[in-house]
């Protein structure tokens, strides 16, 4: 699907629809026989990604999550020694979620989009928000 449609993809959320028709235009080899089921999404986020939205989509989300992951380690990095545990929060999940993005995730599940964009906020709070011992 992505080397079909390499720069803008397909369309989001497209990848289910067209799974069974872009499969049926490969040619597989004798021990990876095709089954029949359907498959909404390809277990991994950033095939997903590149399949629906292209390179100028998987750029965007690469874009995303590692400015995200910047923002939260310079949150942690500048953060109080009493806030660094609360400051290691986002950064953990931000890294859980680009980890988790191999094996699993989807952009078709509504809370993997929001978890995403709440971690996003946390961290550029937490960067932003001096959190000084006296409480100010």
Sequence with gaps: MFRQAPSLGWGTHT???????????????????LEGRFVPWPHDLYLEVAAEQGLLGLGALVA???????????GRRSAAPHARGLTASPLAALLGVAAA??????????WVVMLLFVLLGTATHLE????HPEGG
Aim: include cysteine; charge should be positive; charged fraction near 10%.
């Design 64 to 74: 995303v999550l590692a400015l995200g992951i910047r923002t939260a380690w310079r």
């Design 128 to 131: 932003r928000c001096p959190m």
């Design 15 to 33: 990848f289910g629809a067209l799974y069974q028709v872009t499969l049926s235009h490969v040619a597989l080899p004798a021990w990876a026989p």
């Design 101 to 110: 993005g191999v094996v699993e995730l989807t952009l078709l599940r509504q």
